[in-house]
Nanobody, 121 residues
Framework: QVDLVESGGGLVQAGGSLRLSCTAS????????LGWFRQAPGKEREFVAA????????YYADSVKGRFTIARDNAQNTMWLQMNSLKPEDTAVYYC??????????????WGQGTQVTVSS
């Protein structure tokens, strides 16, 4: 099992940027494919971005493609989500997720507690 902890959320104006971080408790960090999901008030949880075990492949939801960038550093047990050109519709709780068996684009075995991102218009 791995404990995932998010940080970096906050309040930003539309058009601004935020960088979310996700750190893990285990040295086996590299054995987990990682990603981000988000959930807005009154909406279902949705996929945002994911990366494979080495960080060599990246996957994005159409709604964030070209604005968000996912990256990881296995030596630091850390993953990031750089979010640029933020829109009010990006407002949500963002969850760091991990899975040992597959890239988490549809589901994940491990979830962080979440960090709030609020984009004001």
């Amino acid at each position: 099992q791995v404990d995932l902890v998010e940080s970096g959320g906050g309040l930003v104006q539309a058009g601004g940027s935020l960088r979310l971080s996700c750190t893990a408790s285990r040295r086996t960090f590299s054995t987990y494919a990682l990603g981000w999901f988000r959930q807005a008030p009154g909406k279902e949880r949705e996929f945002v971005a994911a990366t494979n075990w080495s960080g060599g492949s990246e996957y994005y939801a159409d709604s964030v493609k070209g604005r968000f960038t996912i990256a990881r550093d296995n030596a630091q047990n850390t993953m990031w989500l750089q979010m640029n050109s933020l829109k009010p519709e990006d407002t949500a709780v963002y969850y760091c997720v991990g899975d040992r068996a597959e890239v988490p684009r549809y589901r994940a075995d491990y979830w962080g507690q979440g960090t709030q991102v609020t984009v004001s218009s």
